[in-house]
């Protein structure tokens, strides 16, 4: 099926570029790497996943765990 992308949040892109290096997080599955996105204003904080492991029914039930 491919990759999804998991959003983790989003911060105005003016804080984002006073951070000088992002910093090195692993995603939700623990595989893929946090990244930033910037669309004009705002930038998103996204990881990968992969869609076959990781259906929503699949996240649910691990942010219930935590």
């Known amino acids: ?5 998991y959003l ?3 911060i105005p892109t003016k ?3 006073a951070i000088e290096s992002f910093p090195s997080y692993k995603g939700f599955d623990g595989e893929h790497s946090l ?3 910037t ?3 705002v930038t998103a904080v996204v990881s990968e ?3 076959d492991a990781y259906s929503e029914e699949v996240i649910k039930k691990k942010w219930s765990r935590t």
Do not use: H, S
């Open 8 to 10: 983790y949040g989003l």
């Open 49 to 51: 996943l992969d869609a």
């Open 35 to 37: 990244y930033p996105i």
């Open 15 to 17: 804080e984002a570029a």
């Open 39 to 41: 669309i004009d204003q």
């Open 1 to 5: 099926m491919g990759e999804l992308l």
